[in-house]
């Protein structure tokens, strides 16, 4: 069996056996499913009822506040201002709306005053103002001797239809599901990068401060430990996402086998309320799902593994470089900091600039630069890249995994066998010449 | 080939450091060689080049007649000072690692473990840890370890440090029989009275440089003095003494004895042992007339504080 074999398979089972390993395989979808049915849990929470009360002397407004889940509006018009003030300091309610009476509706919509103890939420304040705005139009043109009925007749309420050149009908939203999907894949790229880059480090180090790393490389070449070592763990990592795959995929359909019976049976009584609108909306499913189908699913498939393989080769010889560099974890701070920045500009590239143009010169620039290529390029593709550029891409970043690995080897071949000493970057770079 | 190992102007630098200033050393079939030196002499820079973990910057290493390559690592069983095996992995697993990256196949390698398992009684082993083991359990797993492959040259850096005396004789014992199956050692220590017991081939290295090489008996000739240990019980000291500063140097020493004798170490300079003796015998009884003969340990400090 070859050597490197050896190696691989050896750093796959210390992975796969550790503790934490399994721990972390079977124990981190429970959390994320945890988490999310207590968000979930957490918004079904009914909010505490607010009381508002209203001091309206203008006597216009008073029952136009509805009462919801929320807030809750009292008319206290008739008792006096001041009153109402020390109740707001007491705290008998949670805050005060004061319209002053006013002839000129110019006026009067400079001068209403919200009043409470604490700050009131940004949402709230502007479903009052447009519930005050509302009724002071239509005051307006009623005083305008304005026809309010064929003014509202009158309105245009515009959706533009949004049309591919090739005739394809396309809809609004799509954009936020595409960068969805590439978001969720360039951020499953860059956690893999960090935790498994992370555990390649940890195994480096563990071999320097055990110092078998001397019986190991006069063994073998240290580029084949090294090598060895970075595809051992990525294979236990792949185990590890195939493990949440197929747990997710159980639960998706376990999930969808009980839901599936409790939603059939509620659709049951709506069908008849909301028939016609049903019909209507089921076509621009449709269309969402049709759309969703016509997505590169094998393109996004196949270059999130590509992108995947190379973008966490190149990251994890930097961390195994790094491992060997330091004797000890915490040493190792100052050095992963320049790693994780570009991991992190990519994400945010991607998530800000990909979204607006995802064909722009800044996005595109970044999905070429191999450090960010992974992460931007796998958010970009969705949105339908030429596979020239997805080429180009690839190409630079396996060679420049080539050129790294390179580097990382010259660094950990020197590295390993030294002790007691906290490299600096200037060291590290001697060590290239060695 | 009558050279397990020859040396040729090796040379290592690192940076502006020179580790190994054009060093070569010839170690004979058979041997069992001493490589001495103190702390930072380039023993351990020599000792990784041997053993293809650092290139050397120019010379030339021929093992068994034939020049230094990739190979050979299958005939070269190395414990380093710094000892070290996998923390967590079992003994019985990590062994069979080791021994397959050596180039055993896994059936050749389980065959050899057992048989070293029994020999140093440990088949208990197999399945604990290293973590769980003391000290000087993980030395024992190390040294089979280092010996599984069964190579034609061991190179054992400080191979008695962390064990007791009773399982460093054990250990000692094993490296003196694979020695006389045929296996070539090299040493690399301090511990002088070890090179003295075991090897007959020594070299030292001090500053990147080597100063003396040969058979243990050579160097020895090499740094012999000419002096020899007395011990006479006589009745007129005085006479006796001014008899032998005519023609000797003499000063005070002390070595192991029964009597109540006049003690002295006596330079003959150009004179020779009989007429020493012929001194000696006229003023009283000789009990005691050895050769000094220079310790390794003397030699050693001899020549890296000259």
């Avoid at chain 1, 001091?55 to 018009?77: I, P, Q, R």
């Avoid at chain 1, 051992?232 to 996402?241: D, E, M, R, Y």
């Avoid at chain 1, 970009?380 to 080429?391: K, L, N, S, T, Y």
């Avoid at chain 2, 090489?213 to 006479?239: A, C, H, M, P, W």
Wanted: hydrophobic content about 45%; some cysteine; proline content about 3%.
């Amino acid at each position: 069996m070859s050597k490197l074999v050896l190696i691989i398979k050896r750093e796959f089972v210390a992975k796969v056996r550790n503790k934490s390993f399994i721990v972390m395989t079977f124990l981190s979808p429970l959390l994320f499913v945890g988490i999310g049915v207590f968000v979930g849990y957490l918004s079904t929470m009914k909010a505490d009822l607010k009381t508002i009360a209203i001091h309206d002397e203008s006597g216009m407004f008073a029952n136009e506040f509805k009462n919801d889940e929320e807030y809750k509006y009292v008319n206290l018009t008739s008792v006096p201002l001041q009153t109402l003030k020390d109740s707001i300091i007491s705290e008998s309610y949670e805050g005060l709306l004061v319209i002053p009476k006013s002839e000129d509706n110019k006026a009067l919509q400079k001068n209403i005053q919200y009043i409470s103890n604490d700050s009131p939420g940004v949402m709230f304040i502007e479903d009052l103002e447009d519930i005050i705005a509302q009724k002071l139009t239509t005051a307006n043109y009623q005083k305008a001797n304005l026809d309010t009925l064929a003014i509202k007749n009158a309105k245009a309420d515009v959706s533009i239809n949004l049309e591919k050149a090739s005739g394809e009908q396309a809809l609004k939203g799509l954009n936020e599901i595409k960068i969805g999907i590439g978001g969720m894949f360039g951020y499953l790229i860059m956690m893999f990068i960090i935790i498994y880059g992370n555990m390649v480090m940890r195994s480096v180090i563990e071999e320097k401060t055990s110092r078998i790393i001397e019986i190991i490389i006069s063994s073998v070449k240290p580029f084949q430990l090294m090598m060895g070592k970075i595809i051992g763990t990525s294979l236990a990592g792949i185990l590890q996402f195939l493990i949440w795959a197929l747990l997710g995929m159980t639960a998706m359909f376990v999930m969808s086998s009980i839901f599936g019976v409790h939603m059939g049976a509620t659709a049951g009584v709506q069908d008849q309320v909301v028939h016609a609108a049903q019909t209507e909306t089921a076509g621009t499913i449709q269309l969402y799902i049709k759309e969703l189908w016509n997505l590169p699913i094998a393109t996004i498939l196949i270059s999130f593994i590509i992108y995947f393989i190379g973008g966490y080769f190149l990251y994890s010889s930097f961390y195994a470089s790094i491992g060997a560099a330091v004797d000890n974890e915490t040493d190792s701070q100052q050095f992963l900091l320049p790693i994780i920045m570009p991991l992190i500009l990519g994400v945010y590239i991607g998530f800000f600039t990909v979204m607006n143009d995802p064909h722009g010169t800044i996005a595109t620039v970044f999905s070429m630069i191999p450090l960010t290529s992974p992460i931007v390029m796998m958010m970009r593709i969705p949105f339908g890249v030429p596979w020239w550029q997805i080429a180009i891409s690839m190409t630079l970043l396996f060679g420049t995994f080539h050129g790294v690995v390179w580097f990382a080897a010259k660094i950990y071949r020197v590295g390993i066998l030294m002790y007691g000493k906290k490299p600096t970057w200037k060291e590290l770079y001697k060590w290239l010449k060695y | 080939m009558d050279n397990i190992l020859e040396v040729k102007n090796v040379v290592k630098q690192y940076g502006d450091y020179t580790a190994l200033n054009s060093v070569s050393l010839t170690v004979p079939k058979g041997s069992i060689y001493g490589l001495l030196g103190p702390n930072g002499a380039g023993k351990t820079s020599l000792i990784r080049i041997i053993n293809q973990i650092t290139m050397p910057d120019s010379g030339e290493i021929i093992l068994d007649g034939e020049v230094l390559q990739p190979k050979h690592i299958q005939s070269i069983g190395y414990m380093p000072e710094e000892r070290g095996l996998y923390k967590n992995m079992k003994v019985g697993e990590q062994c069979l690692y080791l021994a397959q990256l050596k180039g055993l196949t896994k059936q050749e390698a389980k065959k050899e473990l057992d048989y070293w398992f029994e020999r140093l009684e440990i088949q208990g082993w197999w399945n604990k840890k290293i973590n769980e083991l003391s000290k000087g359990m993980a030395q024992k797993i190390q040294f089979v370890v280092t010996v599984l492959h069964k190579p034609k040259l061991l190179i054992l850096d400080e191979p008695f440090s962390g064990f007791d005396p009773v399982n460093a004789n054990l250990i000692k014992d094993e490296i003196i029989e694979l020695n006389k199956q045929g296996t070539s050692v090299i040493f690399s220590t301090h511990r002088m009275e070890s090179v003295e017991e075991m090897c007959d081939h020594i070299a030292l290295i001090h500053k990147s440089n080597k100063l003396i090489e040969g058979k243990l008996n050579d160097v020895k000739k090499q740094f012999r003095t000419n002096s020899y240990e007395v011990g006479i019980l006589s009745n007129n000291i005085e006479g006796l003494m001014y008899d032998l500063s005519q023609k000797f140097t003499l000063s005070q020493t002390d070595f192991k004895s029964l009597n109540d004798e006049l003690k002295l170490e006596v330079q003959l300079g150009t004179s020779t042992p009989n007429e020493l003796l012929n001194t000696l015998i006229q003023r009283g009884q000789v009990t005691h007339f050895v050769e000094k003969i220079p310790s390794v340990n003397d030699i050693f400090i001899k020549t890296v504080t000259e």
